[in-house]
């Protein structure tokens, strides 16, 4: 079994050409403009995050294959 971990991301527009939830586990995120505790930046939301580690530990086959397909995907796209 490959040893490659999952990723979990946040899915900001600037990275949604290559995270997708085939190759790993976007993170919803708060914030932007107008949130980010004031700051003006997005800000990972702690609820989704939460679920999607809870995911990844009790679905550990289905985290591997996404990590698998990100490797795929890197390899493929800038040619690693």
Not at 63 to 73: F, P, T
Request: hydrophobic share 35%.
């Amino acid at each position: 079994m490959d040893a490659t971990p999952p990723r979990v991301c946040l899915n900001l527009c600037l990275s949604s050409g290559y995270i997708t939830d085939k190759n790993s586990f976007p993170l919803s995120y708060v914030g932007g403009e107008e949130g980010g505790g004031g700051t003006g930046m997005a800000q990972p939301s702690r609820e989704h995050l939460l679920e999607l580690l809870l995911f990844v530990y009790n679905n550990r086959v289905v985290a591997q294959e996404r990590a698998q397909q990100a490797r795929k995907d890197v390899s493929f796209f800038w040619g690693f």
